[in-house]
């Protein structure tokens, strides 16, 4: 939505600058993801409510469900860089708006190796009335 469509709601809600794709492109860019949670290979969602002022900046969040190991940590701090434009709101009257946001944590994969393999074959000599035998091994790195 616009800035005009806001104006005509009652009270109009805040906005974030470029809307939601640029609201998940802000966190994913300022995501880092803990240490604590990565040794222990923590993945997951952490739900958040967060408290904007009438400035448009976000004074307070709370964790719904969490994951722990930094992550909670981490989804607060990304949460309190948020700031939103405000519409003018009628009487100047100075309001609080809260939303509701999930940020997820996903380990990055590992760039996968391509494996080597040597493959090498062994003859076994016999006398000249039997044949010979021949063994293949396959050795994968």
Do not use: W
Not at 43 to 67: F, M, N, P, Q
Not at 73 to 80: G, L, N, S, T
Request: glycine share 4%; hydrophobic share 30%; with cysteine.
């Amino acid at each position: 939505m616009d800035i005009e469509k806001k104006k005509k709601q009652f009270i109009p809600k805040p906005i974030y600058p470029g809307g939601s794709k640029a609201m998940k492109a802000f966190v994913s860019q300022e995501l880092k993801y803990p240490q604590e949670a990565r040794s222990h290979n923590i993945e997951g969602r952490v739900h958040l409510k967060y408290e904007i002022d009438h400035k448009g900046t976000v004074i307070a969040a709370k964790i719904i469900s969490g994951l722990g190991h930094g992550c909670d940590k981490e989804a607060k701090r990304i949460v309190r860089l948020f700031k939103f434009l405000i519409p003018d709101i009628p009487r100047k009257r100075k309001l609080k708006f809260f939303k509701k946001i999930t940020i997820s944590f996903k380990l990055p994969e590992e760039k996968k190796v391509q494996k080597q393999s040597i493959r090498y074959t062994i003859t076994e000599l016999r006398k000249q009335e039997s044949p010979s035998t021949s063994y293949h091994y396959t050795v994968n790195f």
